[in-house]
């Protein structure tokens, strides 16, 4: 019996017993421990003890005091379990590590390659480590992980790249028999370690592929021009010293792991950067839906329930809009998500292009933009998904919010679709044509016009009612039943070559982010979904028929961070004002502009908000104004904008205000304020979304939702369409876009088709 090796006793005669370890100095005060602490260098028991102190102290005192010491964990009372302790300094580690000393060491460890990797580096080490290594023929019959059964207690996989599509099979093996496995990649500028996949504890291999693979995306082009199964050839990158380096960790984790020792970021992935030492922790958890070692049904059951909403009280009402949960809250719940390797968003920063006040923030690529080729994932004005706010909190929030709605909304494979006509289906069936909206002569026209614009504004094939398409359900909440949609307008095409079959009908529809949206909870989401289809749709009516609206006196907000705004916007020598698109619906939407007032290229900008609070819906089109402008600051007579898209750069270049005077108020009407809107506070989410369904129904329309959440994701995700509201894209089909203006009493009649605005709104 005596104190841990790592703890070394130094008695102060008068004061204190002091333990000093690699980390700490603990001074220790107990009557008679002055006495007892030399004795305890392992050599004695407690009978030994009691008898040699004898003279000073009681048995019961003695045995009372060596208790105490055993239950603060300072001494060990039998021989460590872990190998090689037979060195007082390994002795000394083992005991620091807490590794418990009740069983034999499990010191048998299988090595196997995957790909073209060397594994002689982490053998060697393997074995440096005083463990016995197994040759890679026949599999090992450990089960379970206890290391005290016969075979390798574990398999060490060493591999050139972990996405090589064999290390599915080996993942496939290790389940079955239920043994653990660490995969290593110790060549390379970074090598990379673990994590120990444990067969029904944590996640497994297609789990952590699942997260790679979408990180990877810039590589299937090469990918499916070489006809690769796997991942693409990179350069071999090595230095011996760096592989020596990590193949001692891989000897070491190893080895912790047979002696027992268990900690967290055993199932982290860890890569060690050989330029600059940086070592860094990945986190890898498992996916619920995962087909592999979760319930890949979970997600189509999902869909298939009606949606259920809930009273939920608001608890955030500034910033961009009533929340379930304050920004600082969501941050913290999903901020894990966020990571180069395996997060589901590869990183949110400022967009230092402008003044910190703009408050932008970006975080990774728009999955709305579809497709994988190197052309298409080119950087853009909406190449990139990103975020807004009144504060950089509210903008950082606002970025992750909406990279996670794009994610999930997604394709993965797992969604329900039912495959057939919308002949045979029938009136359950919300055919592709009522929710774009194209007008037939854009259809016949579309050759054209899809060779000069852009993929935003590109019109599908007309949809043929007899051609087999892929349908998935998506509940009404008016009607109360689930109607089926093309599967193609629901979901992003897959961002990767990750088995996902391919959708029916994707020539006649195509996804965007139009209603998607995420929020703290499933209310919060169809919320703003909803909010944003009125939104568009509003913009859609001025746009295209450039009508002439009246302004929006920001002063009378009394909203004293929009007055900061502007001023700082004359800072940069622009000026900024808004106007009013509320629509019938009678829900406040506003738009924002900004133009340069000191050269003729006035780089036009604006930014649109829709909210039952109007001063909501202010900030909201304000905010979004403000990501616009790192793109043409530091601009003069068109040089030097930060996109390259020629739609854009032709309306920076080319619009003013004189050419475009329905970007100005009407002269004659006053500017209105907050108190033109009757507008009643709530504070329940579930009362808005009475209302919405209220005024959805009494328009004669339908509230269609899908729920998108994904199970590892957590992050309620919804999609929301009202089939009727008009896109802000051009799309020409008859209906509002024509009827409400004169309905408005902004035009006399409907605007003819060839005198819409020729000018497709480009954000």
Same mark, same amino acid.
């Given at each position: 019996?005596g104190? $841990?090796r790592?703890?070394?006793a130094?008695v102060v005669?008068?004061d204190a ?16 421990l ?14 030994e003890?009691?008898?040699? /102190?004898?003279?000073?102290m ?13 239950r603060?964990? %300072?001494?060990h009372? #039998?021989?460590?379990?872990?190998p090689?302790?037979?060195d007082?300094a %390994? ?5 620091l590590?807490?590794?418990?000393a ?9 090595? @196997?390659t995957?790909?073209d990797a ?8 393997? !074995?440096s480590a005083?463990?016995?290594? #197994?040759e890679t023929?026949g ?5 379970g ?8 207690g %574990? &398999?060490?996989?060493v &591999? ?5 599509p ?6 496939a ?5 239920e043994?653990?496995w660490?995969?290593v #990649?110790?060549?390379g500028?970074?090598a990379w370690l673990g994590?120990v996949?444990q067969?029904?504890?944590?996640a497994?291999?297609h789990?952590l592929?699942h997260r790679?693979r979408a990180?990877?995306?810039?590589e299937?082009?090469v990918r499916?021009a070489?006809?690769l199964?796997?991942?693409v050839p ?9 592989r020596a380096?990590?193949a001692h ?5 190893a080895?912790k ?11 982290s992935?860890r890569?060690?950067?050989? %330029?600059?030492l940086e070592?860094t922790?990945?986190d ?7 087909p ?7 997600v189509?059951?999902?869909? $298939? ?7 939920r009280?608001?608890a955030?009402f500034a ?8 920004p600082?809250q969501?941050?913290e719940?999903?901020?894990?998500? +966020?990571?180069?390797v395996t997060?589901?968003?590869s990183g949110?920063r400022r967009?230092?292009r402008?003044?910190a006040? /703009?408050?932008?923030y970006?975080?990774g690529r ?8 190197l ?6 004005l ?5 975020g807004k706010g009144?504060?950089?909190l509210?903008a950082?929030v606002s970025?992750?919010?909406e ?8 394709? !993965?494979g ?13 009136e359950e ?7 774009l909206l194209f ?8 050759h ?8 935003f !504004?590109?019109?599908?094939?007309p949809f ?12 009404s ?7 089926l ?7 992003f095409d897959? #961002?990767?070559?990750?088995g996902?079959?391919?959708?029916a009908g ?12 995420a929020?703290?909870s499933l209310?919060?989401a169809?919320?703003?979904?909803f ?31 929009a ?11 622009? @000026?900024v004002?808004?106007?009013?698109l509320?629509?019938?619906?009678g829900?406040p939407v506003f738009?924002?502009?900004?133009r340069r007032?000191d !050269?003729?290229a006035?780089?036009?900008m604006f930014g ?5 609070d109007?001063?909501?819906a ?5 905010t ?6 790192p793109a ?9 904008y930060?996109?390259?898209?020629p ?7 080319g619009a ?5 005077p329905y ?6 009407a006053e500017?209105?304020?907050?108190g033109a ?6 504070s329940?989410?579930?009362d808005?979304?009475?209302a919405?369904?209220?005024?959805v129904r ?9 729920d998108q959440?994904?199970p ?6 919804v999609k929301?369409?009202?089939p ?5 894209w ?6 509002r876009?024509?009827? +409400?203006p ?9 605007t003819d088709y060839q005198?819409?605005?020729p000018?497709?709104?480009?954000v």
């Amino acid at each position: 019996m005596g104190f $841990k090796r790592h703890l070394r006793a130094e008695v102060v005669a008068g004061d204190a017993t002091y333990l000093l370890s690699e980390y700490e100095v603990t001074a220790l005060r107990a009557r008679g421990l002055e006495q007892l602490a030399p004795l305890l260098d392992g050599t004695r028991d407690l009978s030994e003890l009691q008898r040699e /102190l004898a003279p000073t102290m009681s048995a019961s005192d003695v045995a009372s005091l060596v208790g105490a010491l055993g239950r603060a964990g %300072l001494l060990h009372t #039998r021989r460590s379990r872990a190998p090689g302790t037979g060195d007082p300094a %390994l002795a000394a580690y083992w005991d620091l590590a807490g590794v418990p000393a009740d069983e034999p060491a499990a010191t048998e460890v299988r090595v @196997e390659t995957v790909g073209d990797a060397d594994a002689t580096a982490v053998r060697e080490a393997l !074995q440096s480590a005083g463990l016995t290594v #197994r040759e890679t023929d026949g599999a090992p019959t450990t089960s379970g992980t206890s290391g005290a059964r016969t075979g390798a207690g %574990l &398999t060490v996989v060493v &591999t050139d790249d972990y996405l090589m599509p064999e290390l599915a099979e080996v993942d496939a093996r290790q389940r079955r028999i239920e043994a653990p496995w660490l995969l290593v #990649r110790p060549d390379g500028a970074t090598a990379w370690l673990g994590p120990v996949f444990q067969p029904g504890t944590n996640a497994c291999w297609h789990c952590l592929a699942h997260r790679l693979r979408a990180h990877r995306v810039s590589e299937q082009p090469v990918r499916r021009a070489l006809g690769l199964a796997g991942p693409v050839p990179r350069p071999r990158t090595a230095h011996p010293a760096a592989r020596a380096a990590a193949a001692h960790l891989a000897a070491l984790e190893a080895a912790k792991w047979l002696a027992g020792h268990r900690y967290p970021a055993q199932s982290s992935l860890r890569l060690l950067a050989a %330029l600059d030492l940086e070592l860094t922790a990945h986190d890898v958890r498992r996916r619920p839906q995962c087909p592999a070692c979760g319930d890949p049904g979970l997600v189509a059951r999902q869909v $298939k329930a009606p949606v259920q909403l809930r009273s939920r009280p608001k608890a955030a009402f500034a910033g961009g809009g009533h929340r379930a949960l304050a920004p600082q809250q969501v941050l913290e719940r999903y901020r894990h998500l +966020v990571g180069p390797v395996t997060g589901v968003v590869s990183g949110i920063r400022r967009d230092a292009r402008g003044p910190a006040f /703009l408050n932008c923030y970006t975080s990774g690529r728009n999955l709305a933009l579809g497709g994988s080729s190197l052309t298409e994932l080119r950087a853009g004005l909406r190449g990139i998904s990103g975020g807004k706010g009144v504060t950089a909190l509210d903008a950082e929030v606002s970025a992750l919010c909406e990279a996670l709605e794009r994610y999930s909304g997604t394709l !993965q494979g797992d969604e329900p679709r039912v495959r057939d006509s919308a002949r045979a289906l029938g009136e359950e069936v919300i055919t592709p044509d009522r929710c774009l909206l194209f007008d037939p002569r854009q259809y016949a026209d579309r050759h054209r016009w899809n060779a000069r614009n852009g993929a935003f !504004q590109q019109i599908p094939e007309p949809f043929d009612d007899t051609a087999q398409v892929d349908w998935t359900p998506v509940w009404s909440l008016t009607e109360k039943r689930h109607r089926l949609l093309p599967t193609g307008l629901l979901y992003f095409d897959p #961002r990767s070559d990750a088995g996902v079959k391919p959708v029916a009908g994707r020539r006649f529809v195509r996804a965007d982010s139009n209603g998607s949206a995420a929020g703290s909870s499933l209310e919060d989401a169809v919320l703003q979904g909803f909010m944003e289809l009125v939104e568009r749709d509003a913009v859609a009516l001025w746009w295209y028929n450039r009508s002439v609206v009246r302004g929006v006196d920001i002063a009378a907000f009394g909203d004293r961070w929009a007055l900061e705004l502007i001023d700082a916007y004359r800072g940069l020598r622009r @000026e900024v004002w808004a106007l009013d698109l509320t629509s019938d619906l009678g829900i406040p939407v506003f738009a924002a502009l900004s133009r340069r007032i000191d !050269q003729p290229a006035e780089d036009i900008m604006f930014g649109f908000g829709a909210h039952f609070d109007p001063h909501i819906a202010l900030r909201r089109a304000l905010t979004e104004m403000n990501q616009l402008v790192p793109a043409v600051l530091g601009t003069g007579s068109g040089n030097g904008y930060a996109v390259d898209d020629p739609e854009l750069l032709s309306w920076w270049q080319g619009a003013t205000v004189a050419n475009q005077p329905y970007l100005l108020p009407d002269p004659v009407a006053e500017g209105v304020g907050p108190g033109a809107y009757p507008h009643r506070p709530t504070s329940d989410l579930r009362d808005d979304l009475t209302a919405v369904e209220e005024l959805v129904r009494s328009r004669g329309l339908d509230l269609l939702v899908l729920d998108q959440t994904r199970p590892d994701i957590g992050m309620p995700v919804v999609k929301v369409l009202v089939p009727g509201l008009r896109h802000f894209w051009a799309r020409f089909a008859p209906g509002r876009l024509f009827d +409400v203006p004169v309905l408005l009493g902004r035009t006399p009649q409907p605007t003819d088709y060839q005198d819409l605005n020729p000018i497709p709104l480009f954000v």
